[in-house]
């Protein structure tokens, strides 16, 4: 077999193995066709079985003394575990993990799996890491480095080997995981990395977001049949997956119906779970977990001794960071780009595999995800043009980076009663002004007599051909109204004048594929001299417009010639990209 | 031995007893024909090359959508929260003191449509009482016995599912001594 070197995220709940794959980092599903193992290994005293993973956890509760979680929290310390009849010591608990994932990834692969890299938190001493290190040597690996896990995530996107870039950049890490949250500061300078600061809160995580929402549903079951039902233990087991059903489906819609059957019963009669969730309500259950995690952000920075408008870069980790109203905390903090297009649950593993493949030397490739390259929203009123008395606060929907296709939603209200229509306007920027961003289109909806203050939902699906489907919805009312929206084609109006043709050709804001990426690429070279490089950009140009707008085939096989000639000719005369 | 490597890319036949000797000399090729046909030849074959790639790229592309659409979960997901609501439903009916075998019978008669709908999707929901615990399919919440060493699954209290084999999700279950059983298998069968 041939033999390959992985990146581990060994994490305290869940732990990932990934690798590259034609340059790119991808998660090894191996457990029930899952990537994210769980943390956990339970022992079997009858015949000597170890198990691991989801079987191991499934075991817990059944097995309490024989089953060892959370083991991460301990390394580094000599007190050994009582497991059973027998002791271990944490980084011996570690390596039965490591090995697990190393032959599971092994058996799925056809290729062994000897060399590693494997994460650990920002804030782990030198004992600890040391006791990494041994629990990758006991279980039989060569661990070529260790890598702190802000660093890994911030690799993920952006890692030197991939871009040919050397840049020097301070990046701000928000790590929020079931139980755990993180954030660190990290400074990337090429290869050479610092953690500035790391700090976090060891009992806060998306559990918790959790809880509030099965307290909720618990306080309704109270009204509904008036008692109180906490003491009802299946009732809590069900609750929870509810709670964490609807934590999901509110982080993409802004209302949820939540329609459960006989959750209890009462009196010999089956008790309904039957309640709307609106994500406002939500957001003021949680505001003070969303705070603890901003006043941590603010602790870090002081920590690292920089200031807000330093950081360059934000990295989202963790899947409780795809809850709306943590993206918005950070967005009104910062005024830079938040990195989250990549699994926010893998992303540790695969900067791993990418730490992994420079290391080996292997070729990087850019990862190509589709996201959206601008922030999309509408035009509100909560905000006044002080120039022209007009409505010009821009709402986002969907935010800069998020992968594609997705669809998301947001809920408006009427401003008077029996309100005859809205303008619905769709914007994409970054700018909280409608005016500074562009308008992509615009159409009116009528609205049936309805009181002041009515909500209507504003739905914005996005495919990967760039088109969004933009439905308008009076909420209970049964009026909808569904306009295909293409942005590449926005409709210019008012002070949005598309380009003229004599004008310096822009670019897109990402590359179509590997030819695209490789002329921007060559774009960012200060050898090339300057017409060459203009050409080369307007070629480019040429090429990405003709791909995306789906010209004849002969049309854009003529010019990716042309382009790829030129490429050939400039690289001829620089030498190869490094 | 140029004449060969000629005729290979010019596609000719060599054995053709036709062409007489001077038409060969006429054709025989010049150094500069030869590196400018290689060079076609190679530029050709980049271009193939090139275009397989984009084809390679724009399929992965399409695959991790399809994984990540896969992972997200589809249209199975909401028969499988059907039968769910269904299996509560039918624990709630059968909670209460007086069900009458009518009553029974309809539900049960429900249940067979509906796993023979889960089935046609490769779908399986683990709900059964009574048998031994499963570290694959259940997942301990309760135990009466921790630590016993053959303990059976006296209550489900959310059932699990496989699909394609695999499991989806574990059924959530409180366990007890295997003794239990045969309690269970009277209380199911009044």
């Known amino acids: 077999m041939k033999d390959i070197c992985c990146g581990i995220d060994l994490g305290t709940t869940n732990s990932v193995i990934a690798r590259l794959q034609g340059g790119i980092p991808q998660p090894i599903d191996i457990e029930e066709g899952q990537a994210i193992v769980p943390s956990v290994v339970s022992f079997d005293p009858e015949d000597g079985r170890v198990y691991f993973g989801a079987q191991a956890l499934n075991r817990f509760v059944a097995f309490p003394a024989h089953t060892v979680k959370s083991v991460k929290r301990l390394m580094g310390k000599e007190t050994p575990l009582q497991v059973g009849d027998a002791t271990y010591l944490p980084e011996e608990i570690s390596a039965m993990l490591l090995k697990h994932l190393a032959s599971e990834a092994s058996r799925v692969l056809g290729q062994t799996v000897h060399k590693v890299v494997i994460t650990v938190p920002a804030y782990f001493d030198d004992g600890q890491r040391r006791a990494t290190i041994r629990a990758g040597e006991l279980a039989g690996l060569e661990v070529m480095r260790i890598i702190n896990e802000p660093t890994a995530a911030a690799f993920v996107y952006d890692s030197p080997a991939a871009t040919g870039e050397v840049k020097e950049e301070i990046i701000l890490v928000y790590d929020l995981g079931g139980g755990t949250f993180d954030v660190s500061v990290v400074q990337l300078r090429g290869d050479i990395k610092e953690v500035l600061a790391s700090c976090g809160d060891t009992a806060l995580g998306g559990d918790d977001f959790d809880e509030r929402l099965k307290d909720h549903f618990l306080r309704h079951l109270h009204e509904k049949c008036g008692i109180d039902l906490s003491y009802d233990f299946p009732l809590q087991v069900r609750l929870k997956d509810i709670a964490e059903r609807t934590k999901i489906a509110l982080?993409?819609?802004?209302?949820?119906?939540?329609?459960?059957?006989?959750?209890?019963?009462?009196?010999?009669?089956?008790?309904?779970?039957?309640?709307?969730?609106?994500?406002?309500?939500?957001?003021?259950?949680?505001?003070?977990?969303?705070?603890?995690?901003?006043?941590?952000?603010?602790?870090?920075?002081?920590?690292?001794?920089?200031?807000?408008?330093?950081?360059?870069?934000?990295?989202?980790?963790?899947?409780?960071?795809?809850?709306?109203?943590?993206?918005?905390?950070?967005?009104?903090?910062?005024?830079?780009?938040?990195?989250?297009?990549?699994?926010?649950?893998?992303?540790?593993?695969?900067?791993?595999?990418?730490?992994?493949?420079?290391?080996?030397?292997?070729?990087?490739?850019?990862?190509?995800?589709?996201?959206?390259?601008?922030?999309?929203?509408?035009?509100?009123?909560?905000?006044?043009?002080?120039?022209?008395?007009?409505?010009?606060?821009?709402?986002?929907?969907?935010?800069?980076?998020?992968?594609?296709?997705?669809?998301?939603?947001?809920?408006?209200?009427?401003?008077?009663?029996?309100?005859?229509?809205?303008?619905?306007?769709?914007?994409?920027?970054?700018?909280?002004?409608?005016?500074?961003?562009?308008?992509?289109?615009?159409?009116?909806?009528?609205?049936k007599p309805a009181p002041m203050h009515s909500p209507i939902t504003l739905e914005f699906s996005y495919d990967l051909q760039g088109i969004v489907q933009v439905t308008v919805n009076q909420k209970g009312y049964a009026n909808t109204k569904t306009v295909a929206v293409d942005l590449k084609k926005p409709k210019t109006a008012g002070k949005q004048v598309k380009g003229k043709e004599n004008e310096e050709p822009v670019l897109g804001d990402k590359p179509i594929n590997y030819i695209s990426q490789k002329a921007r690429q060559l774009l960012q070279e200060t050898r090339i001299p300057q017409d060459s490089l203009a050409e080369l950009k307007t070629l480019t140009c040429q090429y990405e417009a003709a791909l995306l707008d789906n010209e004849d085939e002969e049309r854009v096989d003529e010019l990716e010639d042309r382009l790829v000639e030129l490429m050939d000719t400039l690289e001829e005369d620089r030498g190869p990209l490094g | 031995m140029l004449q060969t490597f000629w005729h290979r890319f010019a596609n000719c036949n060599p054995f053709n007893k036709n062409r007489s000797a001077q038409q060969e000399e006429v054709q025989s090729p010049t150094l500069e024909t030869i590196q400018a046909s290689l060079h076609e030849e190679f530029r050709g074959m980049?271009?193939?090359?090139?275009?397989?790639?984009?084809?390679?790229?724009?399929?992965?592309?399409?695959?991790?959508?399809?994984?990540?659409?896969?992972?997200?979960?589809?249209?199975?997901?909401?028969?499988?929260?059907?039968?769910?609501?269904?299996?509560?439903?039918?624990?709630?009916?059968?909670?209460?003191?007086?069900?009458?075998?009518?009553?029974?019978?309809?539900?049960?008669?429900?249940?067979?449509?509906?796993?023979?709908?889960?089935d046609q999707e490769n779908i399986e929901i683990i709900r059964e009482q009574g048998v031994l615990f499963d570290s694959r399919l259940h997942r301990a919440v309760l135990a009466h016995e921790p630590g016993a060493h053959k303990s059976v699954v006296v209550e489900v209290l959310e059932p699990g599912f496989i699909e394609h084999g695999k499991v989806r999700k574990a059924a959530k279950v409180i366990l007890g001594p295997e003794k239990d059983e045969q309690k269970i298998l009277e209380e199911n069968s009044l």
């Not at chain 2, 991790?64 to 249209?75: A, E, L, Y």
């Not at chain 2, 709630?92 to 309809?106: C, K, T, V, W, Y």
């Open chain 2, 46 to 118: 980049r271009k193939i090359l090139r275009k397989q790639s984009l084809v390679i790229e724009a399929l992965r592309t399409k695959l991790d959508t399809f994984s990540h659409t896969s992972r997200s979960g589809g249209s199975n997901e909401e028969l499988m929260q059907l039968a769910s609501a269904f299996f509560h439903l039918g624990q709630s009916l059968g909670d209460q003191a007086i069900i009458s075998p009518q009553r029974r019978e309809a539900v049960s008669l429900f249940w067979l449509q509906l796993e023979q709908l889960l």
């Open chain 1, 251 to 447: 982080s993409t819609q802004p209302f949820v119906a939540v329609n459960e059957v006989a959750v209890a019963v009462v009196n010999n009669e089956p008790v309904n779970l039957l309640l709307e969730v609106g994500r406002n309500e939500f957001e003021e259950m949680t505001a003070d977990l969303v705070d603890k995690t901003s006043r941590k952000v603010l602790e870090a920075l002081d920590e690292a001794k920089v200031d807000v408008e330093d950081i360059d870069r934000i990295v989202l980790v963790g899947g409780s960071t795809r809850i709306p109203v943590v993206q918005d905390m950070l967005a009104d903090l910062f005024d830079q780009p938040m990195e989250h297009s990549v699994d926010p649950d893998l992303c540790v593993a695969l900067g791993a595999a990418v730490q992994a493949g420079i290391i080996t030397g292997e070729a990087l490739r850019h990862i190509l995800i589709d996201v959206s390259a601008h922030s999309l929203g509408t035009r509100t009123i909560d905000e006044i043009d002080p120039e022209t008395g007009e409505a010009d606060y821009f709402s986002t929907i969907i935010r800069r980076n998020t992968r594609i296709p997705v669809t998301r939603s947001e809920v408006y209200y009427t401003m008077v009663p029996d309100q005859k229509l809205v303008d619905v306007e769709v914007f994409q920027g970054e700018s909280p002004s409608c005016r500074d961003n562009t308008l992509v289109d615009s159409f009116r909806f009528e609205l």
